[in-house]
């Protein structure tokens, strides 16, 4: 009989599987990276317990086509400056992906909040844009130009912060106790340069970030890196406080009847 691909795996199989992932060469990436400071009681609303607010309301969008064996993608993402028991990070609102390939793992593994979506860097001459899009919207739009290089960091970590968890069957609640993550990425970059330019962000029911406005730019670069991500649960949260954040997660038609947060501007 041929084998039936949908059958059980070998052990050696899942070995080899695993080997061969912990051997990937670095990949790498061509990003536009634009932080700015937006309103504190808005970044403040945003972050479910535990997370709490940075010391400054930054929101960072990371717009990247990134150089993968066999086929590019595009990869986004949308976060604001969090702090965890002292330890400070991001936590990521959404990251659109251009393949599924993508999306399922860092969702199903890490918790990221992964959705497909269209994501775009463009660069002629020293004209730059750079867009995520969802639903035929461009919700984040950076475009400018190159104004010069600028100095190589040394390799950097950063943190990430996601919630795993998996909603109940029956729709109330969680199937199990829902746990924070850390994920630490360890980057290196081999090109950075400055842009003169704007970010704009346009209304979107499904990706909300216009309630996160630009304040000022603080951070306005295009270059090329590559990073590895290592993942680790550092706990289980209150299930009751975080419920009323997972609609963040998804797109959900009632997030047009929502209102601003109290307080925003």
């Not at 691909?5 to 070995?15: C, L, M, N």
């Not at 400071?37 to 972050?47: K, M, T």
């Not at 899009?133 to 290089?149: L, S, W």
Request: negative net charge; proline residues 9%; hydrophobic residues 40%.
């Amino acid at each position: 009989m041929a084998r039936v691909r949908y059958g059980a795996r070998t052990g050696e199989e899942i070995s080899a599987a695993r080997a061969a992932s912990s051997r990937l060469p670095d990949i790498w990436s061509t990003g536009v990276v634009a932080v700015w400071e937006s309103d504190p009681d808005a970044v403040a609303a945003v972050l479910p317990p535990p997370l709490g607010p940075a010391g400054r309301p930054l929101v960072r969008a990371n717009i990247s086509k990134v150089d993968l064996p066999g086929y590019p993608l595009g990869a986004g993402s949308v976060a604001v400056a969090a702090v965890h028991e002292g330890v400070e990070g991001w936590y990521p609102l959404v990251m659109p992906m251009t393949h599924e390939r993508a999306l399922t793992g860092g969702r199903e593994v890490f918790g990221e909040p992964k959705k497909l979506g269209e994501v775009t860097v463009e660069r002629d001459g020293a004209t730059v844009r750079a867009v995520l899009a969802r639903h035929g919207i461009a919700f984040v739009e950076v475009r400018g130009g190159v104004t010069g290089p600028l100095p190589l960091p040394g390799p950097r970590e950063k943190v990430d912060f996601y919630f795993k968890f998996l909603p109940a069957v029956d729709g109330q609640g969680f199937d199990t106790e829902p746990v924070l993550v850390h994920c630490t990425r360890h980057e290196k970059v081999r090109r950075l340069e400055e842009i003169s330019g704007e970010v704009l962000l346009r209304e979107s029911a499904y990706d909300p970030v216009a309630d996160l406005p630009v304040r000022r730019v603080v951070e306005l670069t295009i270059g090329e890196k590559t990073t590895d991500q290592r993942g680790r649960v550092v706990g289980p949260v209150d299930a009751q406080a975080l419920l009323p954040y997972i609609h963040q997660r998804y797109d959900d038609p009632q997030q047009i009847l929502d209102g601003p947060p109290e307080g925003s501007v």
